[in-house]
């Protein structure tokens, strides 16, 4: 399978673009059509590197607008977790699927996920052919034997699913420190070490994470986790609101990725401190953005995500020149692609042929004096006409084969979590 | 004229809607589609009012994205006043048509507008089609010869434009305390009160205006403004981000509008305080929402503002119930049109037909638990399909007739500019 993206706007030059197999191949102007089995007209669009969202749990777009504005006890105790009682792997599967619709037509080509029944989330995956990070929420509730049925649940999942399909790889998720035993810590560590495996856990979100991990081991959170060691390049911490001095020196000296979830941590009401990004930045550490679940943001766009992190992090630190567009575009995609070891996240011979066409047409886009600018500040997920992934065509003109289907199913499944409303 | 919206959801119901004139005629279902001009299909979408845009530079699109994330003073002095100072006329005319097209295809029908060379406005104005509040910029710098230019020129003004064309009004746009005279501020009082002008003003944007405020005249902004008179409900003021308790109560007694553009605030990094919506509305003030100019925004996005607005608010007020979704539209749509003068913003018969079909096809909006939630958290001004402005279908299916000739032109006037760069 060979792609051909003619006359596109692509890392400052009108060009074209071939894709052989799952890898760019060639950039140059006038390439050879006829070796194409597929012609792009590129003509009026930008071609960008495909987004990363660092942080999300896929299928629960089927609670996307449940239950909102509630405070976060009554919305976990009386809705999120009495709908989710509920969920079958069906429903995760359907949701999953809808996740990927969304992401497929606003830019995401890879996520970081962790939710219930992933067998549904990986079937999702296959079908709809964009990169996912997929793991199963571990909770043990501090349960001997709730651990060993995670664990072994776990071990079962990895032997099902782990190198068998390209754009899905299999990672552990602790859910958070204060919801998983130091024991099951301990043993995810380990696996993760011996296979090399992607672990996804929520770190130090709220204060009450710092007060009560303080109380109960004498250490703060991330302290805690360099004590059971897990700190390493293969741990993705999602929020990491509520750091000090030293845990920002160990996250950054031990290459932990960490996942700023913005639009999340601003409607849960987080508290006063969101993410550190200019003392951390100015580490050197690894820093990706994430949407996080559907019920608390409630969409999956990558550039709203990007445009809100941009704007917060200026005014929270009164600096308006932190976090600017290239910048924050560099997360999204260069360093979402490295973190998951997915080649560059840029668009040049040999990397992954992950690659977006952003309409320049588009009045949100009109002049465009800097197109980094308008893709964080003024356009959104609605801008991109085509979704190239693993050197598939996933969109093209802003249609996706089967999406009215994906959409029944999701709104049929969604009936039974209506009627508990 | 007349237009049939057939079996759209409308006001929880799936119903028809006849609008005759610039005016709603009919809801109910089954509607006789043989007397209308114009019939449209309302199957999977959902007619909202059209939303109000409080405060915005319209023109300014042609600044999108021109110079970001940069300190105010060389951002303002290095870019965009000598920017400016080359705008002409003509450009003005090409910018506020961009920005309508924008507004046009995100859902904004009524738009508050401050800027220079204001017949370009005008004409834009009345080619697009929506409902423009127009004020011409108005600042002598405290000196008597720009101020009697400033007044002759907006004399001439209202007697060239204003009743002219049932879209649009001409207001009185005193920029700022800081850039305005007490003598001209009392004149637009003494006008405003005379002939029932709108006046749109900043107000109180930073700390830095209290306290050269306090230094300069013994008081604080909205106090002085108080003192000089201008205090009423024909006043709209953008900002309002520094207020205390008497001023709070001087505003919300005296029916002042309040503007506040949580996105610009945030880019432009206005200081740690931002529009105190909670004890405003408390008080029962008139508050709007506004998306600034596209220089420190960068698009005219109500839907996206509502979302940044409602978010910022929760999180800055630690209260997750805080601006909830529902809340939130009334402010773009019924507290918008009845501040204006302009109905009552709603979708019944007899009120203005200024009305959106919004897609309940798009993923973001799938499932549909509550309609509000959906638009206010999830999707964006792209879920837009159809906008109908005092009866005139502006937009029908995504398409706007003559929109590349609209972006042709603005990419032409840029150019100039991007020389600059």
């Not at 649940?153 to 958070?176: C, M, T, W």
């Not at 996942?259 to 550190?276: A, D, M």
């Not at 998951?340 to 040049?348: D, M, P, Y």
């Not at 997920?381 to 249609?399: D, F, P, R, Y």
Request: aromatic letters at 6%; a negative charge; hydrophobic letters at 40%.
């Amino acid at each position: 399978m060979s792609i051909l993206i003619q006359n596109v706007l692509v890392n400052g030059e009108i060009s074209d673009i071939r894709i052989r197999g799952p890898r760019i191949d060639q950039i140059a102007p006038s390439l050879n059509p006829e070796e194409a089995d597929e012609v792009i007209n590129g003509k009026g669009q930008a071609a960008v590197p495909g987004f990363v969202n660092g942080h999300t749990h896929a299928a629960m777009t089927l609670f996307r607008g449940f239950a909102d504005d509630m405070e976060l006890k009554p919305w976990l105790e009386e809705k999120i977790w009495p709908a989710e009682a509920k969920l079958t792997e069906e429903d995760v599967y359907v949701g999953t699927r809808l996740a990927c619709l969304e992401m497929i037509r606003t830019g995401t080509t890879l996520f970081n996920d962790m939710y219930w029944h992933l067998p549904g989330a990986v079937k999702a995956v296959r079908e709809m052919g964009i990169r996912g990070i997929l793991s199963a929420v571990f909770i043990d509730l501090f349960d001997t034997e709730k651990r060993e049925e995670q664990i072994e649940q776990n071990i079962s999942y990895l032997e099902a699913f782990r190198g068998k399909d390209p754009l899905v790889q299999i990672a552990l998720g602790p859910h958070a420190i204060y919801t998983v035993s130091r024991e099951a810590l301990e043993w995810v560590a380990r696996l993760s070490e011996e296979k090399g495996l992607f672990i996804h856990i929520h770190l130090s979100e709220t204060k009450q994470e710092v007060v009560d991990c303080l109380k109960a081991h004498g250490m703060r959170p991330v302290e805690y986790l360099h004590d059971i060691g897990l700190l390493s390049d293969r741990l993705f911490a999602a929020h990491c609101n509520y750091l000090d001095e030293n845990e920002m020196d160990l996250l950054t000296e031990s290459g932990v990725h960490l996942v700023h979830n913005p639009v999340s941590n601003l409607k849960l009401t987080v508290g006063k401190s969101i993410f550190p990004y200019k003392a951390l930045s100015k580490r050197g550490a690894s820093i990706l953005l994430g949407t996080d679940g559907c019920s608390s943001n409630n969409n999956l766009d990558m550039l709203e995500t990007a445009k809100f992190a941009s704007l917060l992090q200026k005014w929270q630190s009164d600096d308006p020149t932190l976090l600017p567009a290239g910048e924050t575009l560099r997360i999204l995609t260069e360093a979402g692609y490295r973190a998951f070891g997915v080649g560059n996240g840029g668009i040049a011979p040999g990397e992954p042929a992950d690659i977006l066409l952003i309409d320049l047409n588009h009045p949100q886009n009109v002049p465009l004096y800097h197109l980094d600018s308008n893709l964080v500040y003024a356009v959104n997920g609605s801008a991109v006409t085509a979704t190239i992934c693993n050197g598939k065509l996933l969109m093209k003109e802003g249609v996706i084969p089967g999406e009215s289907e994906i959409i029944a199913e999701a709104r049929e499944a969604a009936r039974k979590f209506a009627r508990t409303l």
